[in-house]
């Protein structure tokens, strides 16, 4: 991806600021600066930066459960803060997450904020400092602050060394350019970002649609589907987790294996439940053993209704074609004669690896109670 050219400021050192990243402090130090910046303000300090740091982590870590690094202080310390703040969920408001982080004195937090501006707001700029090489950069701060302000073409500089309370000043024609450019360097921003974390989450699906917290999902027409059948069925439609009788006036769909994790609406993941029974799930893994034999009994249920009724049937033409991307599996599934065994089988067979990928990254098995 191309970032656009200047005549005043060498781009190819930008271009190359993530050309190095073992871990993912770069990305988020930098959307910070890029974020103050866009909003108006040019002189920063740390602690305002690592704040913005942990907020922007917070859903990633905390609703999708992405590893971050090997050995991610930023990861740890979203972890931290919901041990210690069970009230905070993953859908809580930047500004009142950045006014705890302002506010908190909690010396553990304190701890690994500092551990977070140890090296990434020095070596950001490596790539505008090709002078400055190995034991250059383990000199003291104060040291490496003057050497680095000594540099000419340097994206900002720092005012003073003071921990937390150090500040740094981005020049004019960068503040420019951010401004001019943002949403081009947004974008440019996200693909690195991206390229990161699936090398990071190799297993994960949907890396782009989980860089922030998710938009509405629209599932009217699932409702519809399910809505039908239960007026239709000739014998109650119960959800799979309390054994409730379904009514149209208090339904909900639910994603067995959570949203958070498969980043999709594929019918085969979809099912109905009630409204408190689905806020209650959140994104938990509902316990296998227990759950899928009912999920397999439910979705054969709205199969049999699907082939026998016209009215179903159109409802699931509707429905199939935005909430299936693989034709062959709703072909190999739904569309094809079969009998309740191999329907279970061929069932298990699409969701038990995504279920077991969903496991291994730390999502939590629940039970209804």
């Given at each position: 991806?191309?970032?656009?050219?200047?005549?005043?400021?060498?781009?190819?050192?930008?271009?190359?600021?993530?050309?190095?990243?073992?871990?993912?402090?770069?990305?988020?130090?930098?959307?910070?600066?890029?974020?103050?910046?866009?909003?108006?303000?040019?002189?920063?300090?740390?602690?305002?930066?690592?704040?913005?740091?942990?907020?922007?982590?917070?859903?990633?870590?905390?609703?999708?459960?992405?590893?971050?690094?090997?050995?991610?202080?930023?990861?740890?310390?979203?972890?931290?803060?919901?041990?210690?703040?069970?009230?905070?969920?993953?859908?809580?408001?930047?500004?009142?997450?950045?006014?705890?982080?302002?506010?908190?004195?909690?010396?553990?937090?304190?701890?690994?904020?500092?551990?977070?501006?140890?090296?990434?707001?020095?070596?950001?700029?490596?790539?505008?400092?090709?002078?400055?090489?190995?034991?250059?950069?383990?000199?003291?701060?104060?040291?490496?602050?003057?050497?680095?302000?000594?540099?000419?073409?340097?994206?900002?500089?720092?005012?003073?060394?003071?921990?937390?309370?150090?500040?740094?000043?981005?020049?004019?024609?960068w503040v420019n350019y951010f401004v001019k450019n943002q949403e081009i360097i947004r974008g440019w921003l996200e693909y690195n970002m991206i390229l990161y974390l699936q090398r990071r989450n190799p297993n994960v699906p949907g890396i782009a649609d989980k860089l922030y917290p998710p938009q509405e999902r629209k599932l009217d027409d699932v409702k519809k589907y399910w809505?039908?059948?239960?007026?239709?069925?000739?014998?109650?439609?119960?959800?799979?987790?309390?054994?409730?009788?379904?009514?149209?006036?208090?339904?909900?769909?639910?994603?067995?294996?959570?949203?958070?994790?498969?980043?999709?609406?594929?019918?085969?993941?979809?099912?109905?439940?009630?409204?408190?029974?689905?806020?209650?799930?959140?994104?938990?893994?509902?316990?296998?053993?227990?759950?899928?034999?009912?999920?397999?009994?439910?979705?054969?249920?709205?199969?049999?209704?699907?082939?026998?009724?016209?009215?179903?049937?159109?409802?699931?033409?509707?429905?199939?074609?935005?909430?299936?991307?693989?034709?062959?599996?709703?072909?190999?599934?739904?569309?094809?004669?079969?009998?309740?065994?191999?329907?279970?089988?061929?069932?298990?067979?699409?969701?038990?690896?995504?279920?077991?990928?969903?496991?291994?990254?730390?999502?939590?098995?629940?039970?209804?109670?």
């Amino acid at each position: 991806m191309v970032l656009p050219y200047s005549d005043e400021l060498h781009i190819e050192y930008l271009s190359r600021l993530f050309d190095n990243t073992s871990e993912c402090y770069k990305f988020f130090w930098f959307k910070a600066i890029l974020e103050k910046v866009i909003a108006g303000t040019n002189e920063i300090s740390f602690k305002e930066l690592v704040d913005d740091m942990i907020a922007n982590a917070w859903y990633m870590g905390t609703e999708y459960c992405l590893n971050l690094g090997p050995k991610d202080t930023l990861e740890d310390v979203v972890k931290l803060i919901q041990k210690k703040n069970p009230s905070f969920k993953s859908s809580i408001k930047k500004s009142d997450l950045l006014a705890y982080l302002s506010e908190t004195k909690d010396k553990e937090i304190i701890s690994k904020k500092r551990t977070l501006i140890l090296n990434v707001p020095y070596r950001l700029q490596a790539p505008f400092m090709p002078g400055i090489k190995g034991k250059a950069w383990d000199v003291p701060k104060d040291n490496l602050m003057e050497n680095i302000n000594n540099h000419s073409h340097i994206m900002y500089y720092f005012l003073g060394i003071n921990g937390l309370s150090s500040r740094i000043v981005v020049k004019d024609e960068w503040v420019n350019y951010f401004v001019k450019n943002q949403e081009i360097i947004r974008g440019w921003l996200e693909y690195n970002m991206i390229l990161y974390l699936q090398r990071r989450n190799p297993n994960v699906p949907g890396i782009a649609d989980k860089l922030y917290p998710p938009q509405e999902r629209k599932l009217d027409d699932v409702k519809k589907y399910w809505k039908l059948i239960l007026a239709v069925s000739p014998e109650p439609v119960k959800e799979i987790y309390g054994e409730n009788i379904l009514t149209a006036k208090d339904i909900s769909i639910d994603h067995h294996v959570p949203w958070s994790y498969v980043a999709h609406d594929e019918m085969w993941n979809l099912n109905p439940t009630t409204k408190s029974i689905n806020s209650s799930k959140s994104n938990n893994l509902p316990d296998w053993n227990t759950y899928f034999i009912r999920l397999a009994m439910l979705e054969y249920q709205s199969y049999r209704m699907m082939r026998e009724y016209d009215v179903v049937h159109k409802e699931f033409e509707k429905c199939a074609k935005k909430h299936f991307n693989d034709d062959r599996l709703r072909y190999r599934i739904y569309e094809s004669d079969i009998e309740y065994e191999r329907f279970e089988k061929e069932l298990e067979a699409v969701i038990l690896p995504v279920y077991k990928s969903a496991q291994n990254c730390g999502f939590g098995e629940w039970k209804y109670i």
